[in-house]
């Protein structure tokens, strides 16, 4: 948590960020839940209207967590084991 942000500001900030279109570079016209592959979010815009409607926000279904190996294409080493004498 970002010191000086209250606690209930962190998921509007997150809702915020996770909407914002990149303006230059490789991501530019996209969206970080663009390019995270989820199609199905509301927008900002929708999501701000049914906050303030005081309905929750429905998700068709949750987004995939990827394993490391399938974001890298390779297995993770396991780490070495301490030993205490």
Request: hydrophobic share 45%; glycine share 8%; with cysteine.
């Amino acid at each position: 948590m970002h010191r000086g942000v209250p606690e209930w500001l962190l998921p509007l900030l997150q809702l915020v960020w996770k909407h914002h279109r990149f303006s230059r570079g490789t991501r530019a016209d996209h969206t970080p839940l663009e390019l995270a592959g989820v199609t199905d979010a509301p927008t900002l815009a929708e999501a701000l209207n049914q906050l303030g409607a005081g309905q929750p926000i429905a998700v068709s279904q949750p987004a995939k967590c990827y394993t490391f190996a399938e974001i890298f294409g390779r297995a993770v080493e396991e780490p070495a084991s301490l030993q205490f004498a």
